[in-house]
T-cell receptor, first 114, second 112 residues
Framework: DADVTQTPRNRITKTGKRIMLECSQT?????MYWYRQDPGLGLQLIYY???????NKGEISDGYSVSRQAQAKFSLSLESAIPNQTALYFC?????????????FGSGTRLTVV | AQSVAQPEDQVNVAEGNPLTVKCTYS??????LFWYVQYPNRGLQFLLK??????LVKGSYGFEAEFNKSQTSFHLKKPSALVSDSALYFC??????????FGSGTRLSIRP
């Protein structure tokens, strides 16, 4: 099994619908992140969480919400999807290990809002 | 402000030739720098990192990166390119707010 699992892998939804993207990890990492990838823009941070009780907004949090249900689970919700939220979404985890600070990424969820 | 820039959207190299993918950064204090690679329909994979020490960092798949503090650069290199190296490459900087900032990505295309 993958260290960081994202579901679904692909999703097409209609404008105005609520949708949830899920992320679970077996790395035992405390820190989890949601990024959005658009062509030519790299990865933009949506939300991040350093533990179950700690949720922080990233650069582009408007229109999104998150839930950290457990150390291993971090969900991203689009309350009312709009077409410009069509993108590739990545979940990532990290630890605070000395001399590391790198991320482990999931395989991504490709979301299309029509 | 902390930032990372990849000045080239695309780099084209013939197989067997050396390749360089450029990255520059801006940070106050010591930088922690990374390179990630993304293959089609996959998540980003860690290639290498610079935390401290030797300015030439070796990573996965024969890649290496050269840290240059005076030029604030962290260029990714490989002596001999393979067609299988074709992918999207991201330079990244660990920020003081415990997050990683990514560059916009460079698409590397290796022609046979």
């Amino acid at each position: 099994d993958a260290d960081v699992t994202q579901t679904p892998r692909n999703r097409i939804t209609k404008t105005g619908k609520r949708i949830m993207l899920e992320c679970s990890q077996t790395k035992g990492h405390d820190r989890m992140y949601w990024y959005r990838q658009d062509p030519g823009l790299g990865l933009q941070l949506i939300y991040y969480s350093f533990d179950v009780k700690d949720i922080n907004k990233g650069e582009i949090s408007d229109g999104y919400s998150v839930s950290r249900q457990a150390q291993a689970k971090f969900s991203l919700s689009l309350e009312s999807a709009i077409p410009n939220q069509t993108a590739l979404y990545f979940c990532a985890t990290s630890d605070l290990g000395q001399n590391h600070y790198g991320y482990t990424f999931g395989s991504g969820t490709r979301l299309t809002v029509v | 402000a902390q930032s990372v820039a990849q000045p080239e959207d695309q780099v084209n190299v013939a197989e067997g030739n050396p390749l360089t993918v450029k990255c520059t950064y801006s940070v106050s204090g010591n930088p922690y720098l990374f390179w990630y690679v993304q293959y089609p329909n996959r998540g980003l994979q860690f290639l290498l990192k610079y935390i401290t020490g030797d300015n030439l960092v070796k990573g996965s798949y024969g890649f290496e990166a050269e840290f240059n503090k005076s030029q604030t650069s962290f260029h990714l290199k490989k002596p001999s390119a393979l067609v299988s190296d074709s992918a999207l490459y991201f330079c990244a900087l660990y920020s003081s707010a415990s997050k990683i900032i990514f560059g916009s990505g460079t698409r590397l295309s290796i022609r046979p």
